[in-house]
Every structure is written in C-alpha cells, then in structure tokens.
C-alpha cells in the first residue's frame, strides 16, 4: 500500500505538470492585455481569441480545444443567424486594483452570455456569472448593452473567457468599462433615445390628433406604423432590456418578428390609405392585399416558430420595403406630388436597414455607426412621413379651398338661376313685363292696405289669330309692341298703379293675347270705363311682313275692390267673368255686376249638365232648306244643333259650341252631331229626299286626326253618297294651325265629300290660302246679304265674291235671304243656292219633311 501511494505521488505531479504546461501553451496564445487604472475604457475584439462549438464543450473541453482562432481582424466577432456556440477569451493585465470593471458587449440581441474568470490562467474558475443572472440583481446599473460585472479589487494576470449563444444573429464584440465611465456613456445614450423616442411619441400624439380630427384613416395607421418602429428599435437597441424585459432574455425572440411583421402590416395599411390607391392603380392595391394577408399570416405565425419567424420576417420586410418604394415611384409619375416624401423616407428605411442587416450577416463590419443604422433610416423616415402627412394637409386644405371656392361660386350660380327662376316665374317671357304672381302680390298688398282699386283685364283676340295664321313670332312682336305702347300710355297717367318700380311696369301679361292694369280709384276722377277704353284701345301696330298697320280691337273686364271681392282669386274670377261678358256682348268695356255672376253660373251649371244631355239624347239636329237660284226647288239643308233642355230651356247653339270648346267636350259633341246627321240622311233618303246635307265642323275638329275619319266612316257604314256630304268650315278657323286644318280638308275632299267656307268675306286672311283649300262652295255671310239692296259697298262685295267664285269654278250659297227683292237680285247675279227666312226657319226633322211634301 505504502508502495503504491509512493508510485502515485510521481504520477499526481506529472498530471499537474501536463496541466500547468497545457495552460501555459494556451495562454501563449492569448495576447495580455495591461489594464491601467488612469483608463476607463478598452475595446479587446482585437486580444480575444475564439472557438466556435456546436453547444456541446464545457469549458475545461473548450480551453483544451486545439480549434482556437486569433481574432487577427480585430473586426467584431460575427456568426450571423446560428445555432452554434461562440467562445472568446483574452487575457488582462490588472495593474491596479482601484474601481469596478465591466466586460461590455454591446450587441444586447444575445440571449445567453457567461462569463467566466481564471486567475493566471489556471482551472477552476474563480468568478461565474451570465447575463441573465447579472440582470436580475437589482444592484446592477442599467445599461443599453450587455454589461457583466467583474470580481471588484480585481488585479493581476486572469484570463476572461465568454461563452455565447443566441438564436437569432450572433455577435460578440467585447469591451471593457469601469463603472463610473460606463454610468456616464448610459446617461449620455439615455439622452438620445429619449430623444428618439420623444420624437416618436410627438408624432404619435400629433397624428392621433389629426386622425380625430380630420376623421382621415391615414393618421391612425401612421400612428400604429411609428408604435410598431418603436417596438423594434426597443429590441435592437436594448432600451426594451435595459427598461422594460431586464432578466429575460429570451423576449426579443418573440418581440423582433411579431415587430417586424407590424412594421409590414402597418406599413401596408399607411401606404394604401395615404396614397389612395384603389383611385389610382387596381393591380397595385391587389399587390398591396396581398402583401398585406402576407404579413397577417406571419404575424401568427411568429408566435409558434419565432426562430423561422425572424427569418421569414426579413424576407417579407424587404419586400413590403421594396414594393413600397416602387408604388411611391409609380404615384409619383402619376402625379401625385406627396409620393416624392413617401418615396425618400421608405429610400431611408430601406438603405439603413439594409446596411444594419447587411452587418447582422457579417457583410460589413460591425461597429457603433452600422449598429444604429435602422434607427436612424427609421428616424429620417418617420419625419420624412411626418413633411408627407404635413404636405398631406396642405393639398387637403388647398384642395378644401378650391372646393369651397367652387362651392360658392356653385351657390353664386344657384342664387343666380334662383333669381333668375324668380325672374322668370314673376315675369313674361315674351313681354318680359309682371305676369299673374307678380300682380297677384301687388294686388294682395293693396288689399292688406285696404285701398280702393279697379283691376282691369284686357283681351286682344286678333293677337292669338294672327299666332295661328301668320305665326306664333310675328305675333309676339306685334304684342311685345302694344304692350309697350299700353305700358307708355299708362306710365304717363294719374291712377295707374305701378307693378314693378325697376322698369318701371304698369301692365301685366297673363298669357299671349292678354294683359292686366290696376287703377287707384282713390286718385283717380272721371268715368272709368271711357277711361280704359280710350288707354287700351285702338292702338296702332306695325307688322313689318306685311307693311301694314293694324288696329287693335279688345274686350276688357273690371272687377273693382272692395265692392266686388276681398281677394285675388275673388277679384280675378269676377274680372275674367266681366270680360267674358264684353266679348260676348261685343262690348269694349264691361264691369263687373251681379247679372254676370248669373251668367258665369249659368255657363257653368250648363257645362255640367251638357254631357247628361248627349246621353239623354237632348240634343237634336234641325234643318234649313236651301233652295236653287229661282226659290222654287229645294236642292239642300244645313243641319243645325239645337238643345231644347227641359231645365234650361232653348240654349243658343253658339252658347253650346263655345261651352263644349272650352270645356273640352267639342270631340264628344261633334261624335254626336255627325252620328245624328248620318242617321238624319238616311232618314231623308227613306222619305224620297235626295238632297245635300251641310254639316258644321269646329276648328278643333279639324286639328283633331281622328275625327275626320271617324265622321268618314260612319259615311260608309250608312251607305250615304259621299257628294251628297257637305262639310262646312268658317274663313276665321282657317287661321289655326293651317296645315292641320289643310290636311284635314284634303282627306274629306279625296273621299268625294264636299267643302264649303262658310262666313266668307269676314276674315281677313283666307284669300292667301284660297287657291291651297280644296274648297268646293262660298257661303256668303248673311251680313252682306241683308244690306245689299241699300248698301253699294256689300252689293259690290257680294258682286266680287259671286265672281271669284265663278272664276274659281266654285258654287256659290248666299245666307240671310229673306225678302223678294234680295233673291231677285242675287239671281241676276248668278247666285247657284239660296237660303234664308224667306224660305223657312230651321226646322225639327219631321216638320221639314212636311214642308218639302208642300214645296
């Protein structure tokens, strides 16, 4: 026993020998690094010496590892994104043992660190710690990097060795601190990113501001966007370790990738909203979905794998960078001018993010400027966008401006059409005088006043006949001419009241044809009808088509207030009943009394009861003999409308034809009347008379293109010989729509049917059109007729007319005989019909077929 502890003393000291030899060699390697108390700070990449495992080697197996490399670069040590372990170890000269030393390494993206210190080189190590530990202890000072305490009073030779592993990139530049320097380089550092993250923060609630305020999306993803920034550079900077996650490493693993998906997706929602680019390309907002659910999908994704997460990330920042670089470029040649700042600060981003990575993987040295690249890309980008949204703003407001500019122009324009409308609704567009609303409030105005006046309304009936035979423009200058001439006649007068001070206007223009005045009869002395007849009437008008002058004929009423209303309507009603009543009378002038409210009723109670009556069968068709030249053979009859009413008594047939026009009930009526007299012929034929039947057609038969040939067809259907058919038509209906009237009287003149114009010689304007009607009789006027044998001027007009009608091969049909003398007469001058009392009344159907058994 003794003798085997004897051979194995020899043998202990050969295993210590080999180790102090091993140690020894291994130190020869490291190059001594002398600390001196008078220095703060030593920067020792280029002293270390490293060994790269893949996680398996303690540190006894890494200090025999004959792997060692000098690190002869002095460039920071860099592994990029690896799984394996990094060893560094460099040996120190503490020459003084004054102070408390750091071993700082300022990459805080590491996620473990171990430190470990021998003295002299030699096994075991007298001082452990590791990053994690040294964060928890509440005594450590806050750092932005990595700062390991070493045993204080340290002096002498000891060898540092680190052992460090992260799984994302790794980097192990090494320094060494004093406490004291190293608080200062941490307040200095606390300084600029409370600047940076101050900048951030004004943005932030800047732009939350404008989001609330403008209600514009674009601030609000902006606002997220600069949270997202800020919660990546929390990570790469080791603010976030140094404040917020000290003691836990491993949150950055997590943290960076769900950041950076942030950074993709707000990035994608700003650049959509702020560019608007579903108004100005669809394929790049399609490529901006995509990216967008790109990012979305990555963002979960990073909570499972964080390590793959990281890297995929990357690949998807670059290319969200990328593309939004190109849309900016792409807007900006589109015209929009914001793109240009949108453009620079993702140009920003993207060359110091670049350089930052470009560094993580070890392609360009790793130092403090490369370190804080991103930060500083990030920094000009987000003021970059900051002068955008600014510029944002500007365009928004120059843009509100202009549209506010138009807008009051649009409503300059809207309040001039509403004035222009309000013109025009108050005004005559013909006259351009007051029309019925604008003398309604004069007239409600004096009413309210309760003054005395006299509202006058004047007819001129030639200006609408003039419409229809000459036209409708020559006869609006000829009315715009005597309203002028009225309204100066008015103007220079004591009583007229004045409607409109601006022209001034003293006359208002209802429709074409008529027109209004009020007289004040508190200053107003003299008859009042001679009055308005002398001011309104017989004014002289030029019609320069024709070169003629023409004196105007009128029909006036007058309703005065308060005596014969309180209101306009009342007054107006009664006004317009008054004239009704001049015209009918044939009167210039006629006020209102309560003889003409009688009247209107009757007209009224008449116009209700008239189409009772043609169901009734009321209604029936008399008839008037005409006669051949000598009196003695009856050759004809015109069948005339009478209405024998059992409530109203005989109702004059003109009476019946102006209600039934104006009620609109003509068509209804003429249906009547033409069936009445189909059945009336043939009647006739079955009692032996085989004579000619005239038939009266109103003007709105005749501009109606389904009358005529309805009253054609009941011709055929009774079987009645169309050239025993005549259908008269009056000179003055010719005057209305001419062509239409024409038209008509072609298509009864092609069926075989004859035409005769009645009242010939009334008119004044059918001999222009007598040689275009297809006119087979002239039916002189009983007014010539019956003065003609005391009166050369009618005997020369019947003379003139027999003879036209000669030489238009016309027959000719004189009305109104009613003495000897006259028939007489009318034969010698070649008159081939005749028909008047001389011969017989008109009679019912059964009382004229006796009276022509007896002639």
Same mark, same amino acid.
């Given at each position: 026993?003794?003798?085997?502890?004897?051979?194995?003393?020899?043998?202990?000291?050969?295993?210590?020998?080999?180790?102090?030899? &091993?140690?020894?060699?291994?130190?020869?390697?490291?190059?001594?690094?002398?600390?001196?108390?008078?220095?703060?700070?030593?920067?020792?990449?280029?002293?270390?010496?490293?060994?790269?495992?893949?996680?398996?080697?303690?540190?006894?197996?890494?200090?025999?590892?004959?792997?060692?490399?000098?690190? %002869?670069?002095?460039?920071?040590?860099?592994?990029?994104?690896?799984?394996?372990?990094?060893?560094?170890?460099?040996?120190?000269?503490?020459? %003084?043992?004054?102070?408390?030393?750091?071993?700082?390494?300022?990459?805080?993206?590491?996620?473990?660190?171990?430190?470990?210190?021998?003295?002299?080189?030699?096994?075991?190590?007298?001082?452990?710690?590791?990053?994690?530990? %040294?964060?928890?202890?509440?005594?450590?000072?806050?750092?932005?990097?990595?700062?390991?305490?070493?045993?204080?009073? &340290?002096?002498?030779?000891?060898?540092?060795?680190?052992?460090?592993?992260?799984?994302?990139? &790794?980097?192990?530049?090494?320094?060494?601190?004093?406490?004291?320097?190293?608080?200062?380089?941490?307040a200095q550092e606390s300084i600029y990113w409370g600047i940076y993250f101050g900048i951030l923060g004004a943005l932030v609630i800047y732009n939350l501001f404008l989001c609330f305020s403008l209600r514009d999306r674009a601030y609000g993803y902006y606002v997220l966007y600069i949270g997202s920034i800020g919660l990546l550079t929390l990570c790469i900077s080791g603010v976030g370790s140094a404040w917020l996650w000290a003691g836990e490493p491993l949150v950055p693993r997590y943290l960076i990738p769900v950041s950076t998906s942030l950074v993709s997706i707000c990035a994608l929602l700003f650049a959509r909203s702020f560019l608007e680019l579903q108004k100005i390309s669809r394929n790049w907002d399609l490529a901006m979905k995509t990216a967008l659910g790109l990012a979305v999908s990555l963002f979960f994704i990073t909570w499972i794998d964080p390590i793959h997460g990281a890297l995929l990330s990357g690949v998807l920042g670059t290319f969200v960078i990328a593309l939004l670089i190109a849309v900016g470029i792409a807007d900006l040649r589109a015209g929009l001018v914001i793109a240009r700042y949108f453009v620079l600060a993702w140009t920003s981003f993207a060359i110091g993010t670049s350089l930052y990575l470009l560094s993580i993987f070890n392609l360009l040295p790793v130092n403090f400027f490369t370190n804080h690249l991103m930060q500083v890309g990030s920094a000009a980008e987000v003021l970059l966008l900051s002068f955008a949204l600014a510029h944002k703003i500007k365009d928004e407001r120059a843009r509100k401006l202009a549209a506010m500019r138009k807008q009051q122009i649009a409503e300059r324009q809207v309040q001039d059409l509403e004035m222009q409308s309000l013109e025009q609704a108050m005004h005559d567009s013909v006259t351009k005088m007051p029309n019925t609303s604008l003398l309604n409030q004069r007239l409600q105005s004096l009413i309210t006043k309760r003054q005395r006046f006299a509202l006058v309304l004047v007819h001129y009936p030639q200006v609408k006949e003039i419409a229809s035979s000459m036209g409708h423009s020559l006869a609006e200058d000829m009315f715009c001419q005597l309203v002028k001439k009225v309204n100066h006649t008015l103007s220079g007068l004591t009583g007229p009241v004045c409607l409109e001070h601006r022209l001034p206007a003293y006359l208002a223009t209802p429709d074409l044809g008529s027109a209004a005045f009020v007289v004040d009869l508190d200053n107003f002395v003299g008859p009042l009808e001679s009055f308005i007849e002398q001011v309104v009437g017989y004014h002289e008008v030029s019609l320069h088509s024709v070169r003629f002058p023409v004196f105007m004929n009128l029909y006036c009423g007058v309703s005065i207030a308060p005596d014969h209303g309180d209101t306009t309507e009342i007054l107006y009603q009664h006004a317009a009943a008054a004239r009704d009543r001049s015209q009918s009378n044939q009167i210039p002038v006629q006020v209102y009394n309560e003889s003409i409210s009688g009247f209107a009723r009757r007209r009224l109670e008449l116009l209700t009861a008239l189409p009772g009556a043609i169901d009734a069968n009321e209604l029936e068709l008399y008839l008037q003999p005409q006669m051949e030249k000598s009196g003695q053979s009856l050759v004809g009859a015109e069948l005339l409308l009478r209405w024998n009413s059992p409530r109203f008594g005989m109702v004059p047939t003109e009476e019946v034809i102006n209600i039934a026009e104006n009620a609109g009930l003509i068509d209804i009526l003429s249906r009547y009347v033409v069936d009445l007299a189909w059945k009336t012929m043939e009647s006739l034929r079955e009692r032996q008379l085989n004579i000619t039947c005239s038939i009266n057609l109103s003007v709105q038969n005749l501009t109606n293109s389904q009358f005529v040939p309805y009253a054609l067809a009941g011709i055929k259907e009774y079987g009645i010989p169309m050239d025993k058919v005549i259908f008269e038509v009056t000179e003055t209906s010719m005057m209305h729509n001419m062509e239409a009237v024409i038209g008509s009287l072609l298509h009864i003149a092609d069926s075989g049917c004859k035409v005769a114009l009645d009242d010939f010689g009334t008119g004044y304007s059918s001999l222009a059109y007598l040689s275009r009607l297809p006119i087979h009789e002239l039916k002189i006027d009983r007014c010539f007729i019956s003065r003609m044998n005391t009166n050369r001027n009618e005997l020369g007009i019947v003379k003139t007319t027999l003879k036209l009608a000669q030489t238009l091969h016309l027959e000719a049909v004189a009305e109104g005989v009613e003495d000897q003398a006259t028939l007489d007469l009318l034969n010698e001058l070649g008159c081939q019909r005749v028909q008047g009392y001389l011969f017989a009344k008109p009679m019912p159907f059964e009382e004229f077929c006796i009276w022509a058994e007896q002639v």
């Open positions: 026993m003794r003798r085997l502890q004897t051979t194995m003393i020899p043998l202990r000291w050969s295993i210590q020998a080999v180790t102090i030899l &091993l140690l020894t060699i291994l130190s020869s390697y490291a190059s001594e690094r002398v600390i001196e108390g008078d220095v703060s700070h030593y920067e020792l990449n280029d002293s270390l010496q490293y060994l790269v495992d893949d996680g398996e080697l303690s540190l006894a197996d890494a200090l025999q590892s004959d792997g060692w490399h000098q690190n %002869t670069s002095g460039r920071v040590l860099n592994l990029g994104f690896t799984a394996q372990t990094l060893w560094a170890r460099t040996s120190l000269n503490i020459t %003084t043992a004054t102070g408390h030393w750091y071993i700082a390494i300022p990459y805080p993206l590491l996620e473990e660190v171990e430190l470990f210190v021998l003295p002299q080189g030699q096994l075991p190590a007298t001082y452990i710690t590791s990053r994690t530990e %040294t964060e928890k202890q509440q005594h450590q000072p806050h750092s932005y990097q990595l700062a390991l305490p070493l045993p204080r009073e &340290l002096h002498g030779e000891v060898d540092i060795v680190l052992r460090a592993r992260s799984a994302t990139s &790794l980097q192990l530049p090494v320094e060494l601190w004093r406490e004291d320097p190293l608080l200062n380089q941490f």
